[in-house]
């Protein structure tokens, strides 16, 4: 972000703004209140020509306040079905909100593993451009009806994450029921004090935040401080903040001291791609090297060749992800491979100029391109 500080939201064009179970629910249903008022704050500033994607949860919390299911009851099928009741109530009500301002909505549902295949991604990214085009507030969701727990996103902060550079969006809103990051757990803690910047997001900052999201949403604060770090990691600014405070977002786009901004450090800009093979798609295998190829890849900035190759495992296909594990079996990086297990396990430990004849065809002489290949220091 140009300026890196909060005068720099001023320039901010297209925003994604994620919205949180916890507020958009009161046990006796939608809080429609909570929606109008962000959709009413969202639609003037549309009209002065800024662009918004939506991430909103709260299609389980909305099913089970229109049932009032017991929370604790609830398995994974039952999730998924309140969910679908859930969610038409949720859309209809963003529907209804943004159309007093003559705007409309669009409903997008995401799956992880829409999102894993590149061809598919691209695709998604293909429908979000022509949204914008067309003017429309997509909203976005976890299709949580399909997404079964082993391949679902680990939550809507984690999703929103994803989302920011499919639609190149410059910066994410995390609404949520608390003023920020806090220097402590603000329910426990009542000296705790609000953070209002984050410049260098640690691990210990992430590790410190609660985990706790409540019984109806999946993420708490360390959830959106994970978020907030791989947006970081495409140089691109993060504010958390409350839902509650009235005009929140105009508030934020304006530069006022509000909830917590996160700021890119220093570290180089993933680039979009390089951004998803590190934090969108999942590893479909792991490939072990030796300690030379292991320098040359961390060290001297070089691609995957076969012959330092030690071992392969999983069940990938040419194009998938896969981790790159040093001899000891720690991950060193993620890359796309150019082959199949099959064809990695038979080209093993062999030079360069041997690999068309073991695999009877011409091929790519890298397993992994530098281009395609992040390094685990990289991603922290
Ligand atoms: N997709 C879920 C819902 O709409 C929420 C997931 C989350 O809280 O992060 O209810």
Redesign the pocket.
């Known amino acids: 972000m140009k300026g890196s500080s909060r005068k720099g939201l001023k320039k901010c064009k297209r925003i994604l703004v994620k919205i949180?179970?916890h507020v958009l629910n009161t046990e006796k249903g939608l809080n429609y209140r909570v929606i109008e008022r962000l959709c009413d704050d969202l639609s003037i500033l549309k009209d002065q020509g800024l662009e918004f994607g939506l991430v909103?949860?709260?299609?389980?919390?909305?099913g089970w306040s229109t049932l009032g299911v017991a929370a604790k009851n609830m398995n994974l099928s039952k999730k998924q079905a309140l969910?679908a009741i859930?969610?038409g109530r949720?859309i209809r009500a963003y529907n209804d909100a943004f159309g007093r301002y003559g705007y409309n909505v669009a409903q997008i549902l995401i799956t992880r593993e829409d999102l894993d295949d590149r061809a598919r991604y691209l695709n998604i990214r293909n429908t979000f451009t022509a949204l914008f085009e067309l003017g429309i507030v997509p909203v976005i969701?976890?299709n949580?009806t399909v997404s079964v727990e082993e391949i679902q996103?680990t939550?809507?902060?984690m999703?929103s994450a994803m989302i920011v550079p499919i639609i190149e969006a410059q910066a994410l809103i995390i609404l949520t029921d608390t003023d920020g990051v806090f220097s402590a757990d603000p329910r426990v803690a009542h000296q705790a004090t609000r953070i209002s910047e984050i410049r260098n997001l640690t691990h210990k900052h992430i590790e410190q935040a609660s985990e706790d999201?409540g019984k109806?949403?999946?993420?708490g604060m360390a959830s959106k401080l994970q978020a907030a770090h791989h947006v970081s990691l495409l140089g691109l600014p993060t504010v958390i903040a409350s839902a509650y405070h009235s005009q929140v977002v105009s508030s934020i786009l304006d530069g006022r001291d509000i909830g917590t901004i996160v700021l890119p450090g220093q570290k180089k800009k993933l680039s979009q791609k390089r951004h998803w093979i590190s934090f969108v798609t999942r590893p479909k295998g792991k490939i072990a090297v030796d300690a030379g190829a292991m320098k040359m890849i961390v060290n001297a900035g070089k691609s995957l060749l076969p012959s330092g190759i030690v071992r392969a495992e999983g069940n990938f296909k040419a194009g998938d992800s896969v981790e790159v594990l040093d001899i000891k079996g720690n991950v060193i990086a993620i890359g796309l491979s150019n082959f199949t297990l099959q064809e990695v396990l038979q080209i093993k430990g062999a030079k360069t100029k041997e690999i068309p004849n073991i695999l009877g065809k011409e091929t790519n002489e890298e397993v992994i391109h530098r281009n395609n290949m992040i390094l685990r220091k990289e991603m922290l």
């Open positions: 949180g179970s909103s949860s709260g299609a389980i919390a909305a969910a859930g969610q949720l969701n976890e949580d996103f939550d809507n902060d999703l999201a109806m949403g999946r993420g």
